[in-house]
């Protein structure tokens, strides 16, 4: 019996590998996918959605839900979601052409390089939903909201432009208050419990995959809605 289940997981492993190497095979030729080199700093609006409207991000964005899900909602925005596992973001880059979202764009990069990819207030807003908490201490700068990815968020958003925070994770919560007590920030919106305290058809409860099962393990969702003084 033992058996026979090892043999299913191994054949479930090796159709998941497979399907991970087609969609980094695709994604090169997915036109809303970009990457550097690439010469849209400053020009994102101008260049390549061919208009002015105000430009949000969502970083680690995975499958790209939020990029998606607003690029619907908001026709008069721009969108792009940033990652750095192609493989994911195929799906959300995909859903977006199938949909014909021209207000949707997708950049495989590191975070860490986002004023490499955006001119000084380039950005209006920013989303960052459900990134990976790095428990351990030594991974603490790795955290999104550390202060080494504040600043780079500093660098690229407007003035006054809003961060979007959301977690399932306590200690992830309670750090990034922490930082933000000593990063010049402005907190505009806080909730232990987002999915309690506003509506469901509100923009801040749009569910990721992330988010469905930690919902359907009884979690809460904490979110956190802040600027900077500074920028």
Known sequence: MAGDQNRVATKAGISMGRQKLKRYAK???????????????????AD???????????????KGEYTVALGRRFPQRNFIGMDSKGDRLWIGAHAALQEHLS???FIRGLIEDLPDFFAPQEVAEIWIPFPEPHPKRAKIKSRLTSSPFLNCYRQVLAGGGRIHFKTDDADLFAYTLKILSG???VIHELHED???????NDLRTIKTTYERRYLAAGKTIKYACFS???V
């Open 27 to 45: 994604l090169a030729g997915l036109a809303n996918v970009l990457r550097l080199p690439h010469d849209l700093k400053g020009k994102w609006g």
């Open 48 to 62: 390549y959605f061919k208009n002015d409207h105000p430009l949000t991000l969502e970083l680690a964005c995975g």
């Open 103 to 105: 207000n949707a764009a």
């Open 183 to 185: 990063e010049q920030s």
């Open 194 to 200: 987002l999915h309690h305290a506003v509506p469901e």
């Open 228 to 230: 900077f003084k500074n």
